[in-house]
């Protein structure tokens, strides 16, 4: 059974540009959560996906948006990169009502 | 805002060790708590978890951790510490009832433990 998967691994991106990263969830669940973890730092949390919308958004600007699709795989977009975005971004899966989040290996995006 | 503390940014131990990490949160509220730990080069992955009962609670590979409601605390102890152990851990908080995915985290304590 995989688990969380998250493409790319590693993704080299000039200020200005747009990006897209894809998650596909652990088998089972429906519930798709992105974290944004710069160097030193905890996990921040983006936004939250389940039903193909967005439930729930933390502290992030426009720039930021995403995308569930009907197979419950997700996609985090970022628009006009800047070079404070460049991180490590977590994709976390879950089941509706289950009581543990799954994550990803994530995507390190690095803005030039 | 609610917010994690982690005091130790990075502890160094000798296999054998005891260890204790220590974890404040900032809500008021009914939380549940976790501990996550990161592998090198591999994802994070859950070590333990509490929502009510037993403030003590057992977690994977020989860990456990103290929910003491009075001090906001959640610290994660582990009596005897392995090479095998050497990663980073993060505490997180959820507020009751809120989704699983709204995870708050703290920055992160690197563990290195000496052979």
């Given amino acids: 059974d995989a688990g969380v998967t998250q493409s790319p691994t590693h993704l080299i991106k000039t200020r200005g540009q747009q990006v897209t990263l894809r998650c596909s969830p652990k088998s089972g669940h429906d519930t798709v959560s992105w974290y944004q973890q710069a160097l030193g730092q905890g996990p921040q949390f983006i936004f939250q996906y389940y039903e193909e919308e967005e439930r729930q958004r933390g502290n992030f600007p426009d720039r930021f948006s995403g995308h569930q699709f009907p197979n419950y795989s997700s996609e985090l977009n970022v628009n006009a990169l800047l070079l404070g975005d460049s991180a490590l971004y977590l994709c976390a899966s879950s089941e509706t009502w289950g009581t543990e989040a799954f994550f990803g290996q994530g995507t390190r995006l690095t803005v030039v | ?115």
């Fill in chain 2, 1 to 115: 805002a609610q917010s994690v503390s982690q005091h130790n940014h990075h502890v160094i131990l000798s296999e054998a060790a005891s260890l204790e990490l220590g974890c404040n949160y900032s809500y008021g509220g009914t939380v549940n708590l976790f501990w996550y730990v990161q592998y090198p080069g591999q994802h994070l992955q859950l070590l333990l978890k509490y929502f009510s009962g037993d403030p003590l609670v057992k977690g994977i590979k020989g860990f456990e951790a103290e929910f003491i409601k009075s001090k906001f605390s959640f610290n994660l102890r582990k009596p005897s510490v392995q090479w095998s152990d050497t990663a980073e851990y993060f505490c997180a908080v959820r507020k009751y009832g809120g989704s699983q995915g709204n995870l708050i985290f703290g920055k992160g304590t690197k563990l290195s433990v000496k052979p």
